[in-house]
């Protein structure tokens, strides 16, 4: 008979996240609460917590580098990266949009991280995209216009996520040194991020053809002359 | 030696809970500071009080999370055009400072042969250092600059720790088991390929519905991937672990829950449709999930 009692944990999870309660609250009544149900004492669960909290010290250490960030910021960091992505050449918006994933995916792997939708998507990469897809054709429909948006949106998260595991102080390769070594094996940074590498070369593959098709569907307007808005 | 850089950071932290308390701008300076205080404790005494204490502490640091009592305050800034103008002065050089953290962390690593994590530790107090010297900013504005990017993470960036926390009480409960349990009720004799599809598309999967990666991973792992494929199967733990939480981030791409990632930015792009990002992201996304599926059974067993 198999013991569905450790499930619960899941459960309070699932339910707490999708009701938008706060995550920290989430997570420690489900630890709570899971830890009562295998039958472990409230003290000796406090003091589980304090001790992998304390043992996990290193997933923070990325508060060592904000300092650092924030002073380039303060001189211009995410200014010089917005100029250098307006130069960006492209002769059409799918390109526009795959070199800027490419840009994100290098520089997000090298632990900087500059993209965002609110700093780089809505003032710069969808209107440059936008106005590529423009070029020597008639204005965009709206359907059109929301489609290369959100192919935008998209790529800045396609970058962000397949190169962030490629930077050896990612937060993501830390976690996963913590949980597995909680569980008896001892990872080394250095062994790790290698291996994100592959998947982020696939990613940019996947969305060069993403981008691809968009320009494609571009191309062959649905009815260009019946399609006045 | 690691022990140092988590001093450093614990007193790191309690400046920036120092400048909060007097931030007279941050209507929650009250609470903000104290986040960062018992935190920056928690880093600093960590070694040295009773594991029961931390906890506590945890238990604070929680209780100020979801009451709210965090906000953001003021940092003694100067505004977009001071910074448009400095970025003209400083140009490409703004990035080299940046570049000594990833290039550092992997030299260290190589030439030391100790653990990249003091090599990370050691390469961004060099890093601050070659920021301070570049732009002749203070010590003191350093701190708020910090202060500035970690109140914008905010309860957040404990958030690793916590869920490092949480997969250990699960493991102590027997969750692997459970979770092993069914999956090989499901597929009773399932060969690799299917166990390597059972954990990548789990991870996926538990990700759309938790919107958090990180989250299913302390789940998924220590119910599926460690039993039946790092254990069972002799997986490499690496190559699983990484390419797993990559299979989680093919989730991300398709799920309502991960809202920063996908329903704020259509609504900031004024899109018509909220979900027309998701739309966008699925098809590439399953696509992603393929071949971390393949790239695990290849290079993991």
Not at chain 1, 20 to 47: C, E, H, K, Q
Request: net charge neutral; with cysteine; hydrophobic share 50%.
């Amino acid at each position: 008979m198999i013991n569905y009692w450790p499930l619960i944990g899941v459960g309070i999870i699932t339910i707490g996240l999708a009701l938008r309660l706060n995550t920290l609250l989430v997570i420690l009544t489900a630890g709570v609460v899971t830890g009562l149900i295998a039958d472990i004492a409230i003290m000796d669960i406090l003091s589980t917590l304090g001790a992998s909290f304390t043992k996990n010290r290193y997933m923070s250490l990325f508060i060592l580098v904000l300092p650092m960030i924030g002073v380039l910021e303060r001189y211009g960091l995410r200014q010089r990266a917005e100029t250098l992505i307006s130069t960006i050449k492209g002769a059409s918006a799918g390109r526009v949009i795959f070199l800027y994933a490419l840009l994100r995916t290098i520089t997000v792997g090298l632990g900087l991280n500059l993209g965002g939708h609110p700093s780089m998507i809505r003032p710069l990469v969808a209107p440059m995209a936008e106005a590529a897809a423009e070029k020597g054709r008639t204005p965009l429909s709206k359907k059109e216009t929301m489609q290369i948006r959100a192919l935008s949106a998209a790529s800045d998260n396609f970058g962000n996520f397949f190169g962030q595991l490629i930077f050896i102080g990612a937060g993501g390769l830390l976690l996963i040194k913590g949980v597995l070594s909680d569980n008896g094996f001892e990872l080394e940074l250095g062994d790790m991020y290698v291996w994100a590498i592959p998947t982020g070369i696939a990613s940019l593959i996947v969305f060069f053809f993403t981008a691809k098709i968009g320009d494609l569907r571009l191309k062959n307007p649905e009815q260009p002359q019946a399609d006045k808005e | 030696m690691l022990e140092y850089i988590y001093q450093a950071t614990g007193l790191l932290l309690i400046a920036f809970a120092v400048q909060s308390f007097s931030d007279t701008g941050n209507e929650k300076r009250i609470g903000t500071g104290l986040f960062w205080l018992i935190y920056g404790l928690s880093f600093c005494l960590g070694e040295f009080i009773p594991d029961w204490i931390t906890g506590i502490m945890v238990l604070a640091l929680t209780i100020i999370a979801s009451a709210g009592f965090m906000g953001i305050g003021t940092y003694n800034g100067t505004g977009d055009d001071f910074a448009n103008k400095q970025a003209k002065t400083f140009g490409n050089r703004l990035f080299l400072p940046a570049l000594i953290v990833p290039i550092g962390t992997i030299l260290w690593n190589t030439l030391t042969g100790t653990s990249a994590l003091i090599g990370l530790g050691v390469s961004s107090v060099v890093a601050l250092i070659a920021a301070m010297w570049l732009t002749k900013c203070s010590p003191k504005q350093s701190s708020q600059e910090g202060r500035r990017l970690l109140d914008t993470i905010g309860w957040a960036a404990i958030l690793s720790q916590f869920l490092a926390a949480l997969g250990y009480l699960f493991n102590q409960a027997g969750i692997g088991e459970t979770v092993s349990h069914i999956v090989q009720l499901i597929i009773p004799d399932g060969s690799l390929l299917i166990y390597v599809m059972a954990y990548t598309c789990g991870m996926a999967l538990f990700t759309i519905i938790m919107g958090n990666a990180f989250a299913a991973f302390a789940v998924i792992t220590t119910g599926i991937g460690l039993p039946l494929l790092i254990i069972g199967q002799n997986g490499n733990p690496a190559i699983v672990g990484v390419i797993g939480m990559l299979s989680g981030y093919c989730g991300t791409l398709m799920t309502p829950m991960a809202a920063n990632f996908n329903i704020v930015p259509a609504a900031l792009l004024e899109l018509e449709n909220k979900n027309h990002v998701i739309i966008v992201q699925f098809f590439p996304g399953l696509v992603m999930l393929a071949i971390n599926t393949s790239l695990m059974y290849f290079l993991a067993f």
